[in-house]
């Protein structure tokens, strides 16, 4: 259950952050981003991939499965993080890290992360 509150959480926090870009590229995202979300948390579940301590999803073993689909992602991620940044006057960089420690934060049991020093552990 509380992964699923998680997955529910995450998906909100990202759609929050798609409301900021404009037009139809916040909508282009949006759909794309939902529809990709039930296989990154099938990799997560499966430990084949964790959240990387810039805001992304990452490989965590040399079994890269679905990888035109985890580079979308980060693709999708990298263009909500810009336009954050533009308006908040800022930088994706550091978008990316403070959504890495919200993510981080609200992660279940299970999840694989990556600290600020670049090491991964499970929460």
């Known amino acids: ?13 990202i759609i929050t952050s798609l409301i900021l870009v404009s037009g139809s590229l916040a909508g282009s995202l949006k759909e794309e981003m939902r529809a990709r979300q039930p296989k990154i ?23 890269e499965p679905r ?24 930088n994706a960089g ?4 403070r959504r890495s420690a919200q993510i981080a934060d609200r992660a279940p049991a299970g999840t694989w992360l990556q600290n600020q020093d670049g090491e991964w552990y499970r929460k």
């Not at 979308?72 to 940044?85: D, F, L, S, W």
């Not at 550091?94 to 890290?97: D, I, K, L, P």
């Open 41 to 63: 948390i099938k990799l997560k579940a499966e430990g084949l991939i964790g959240e990387n301590n810039r805001g992304f999803v990452e490989y965590r073993t040399a079994k």
């Open 94 to 97: 550091n978008v990316g890290r």
């Open 67 to 90: 990888k035109g689909l985890v580079q979308a992602e980060n693709q999708n991620r990298k263009v909500v993080y810009r336009a954050i940044a533009k308006q908040q006057n800022s």
């Open 1 to 13: 259950m509380k992964t699923r509150r998680f997955q529910i959480t995450i998906f909100t926090l």
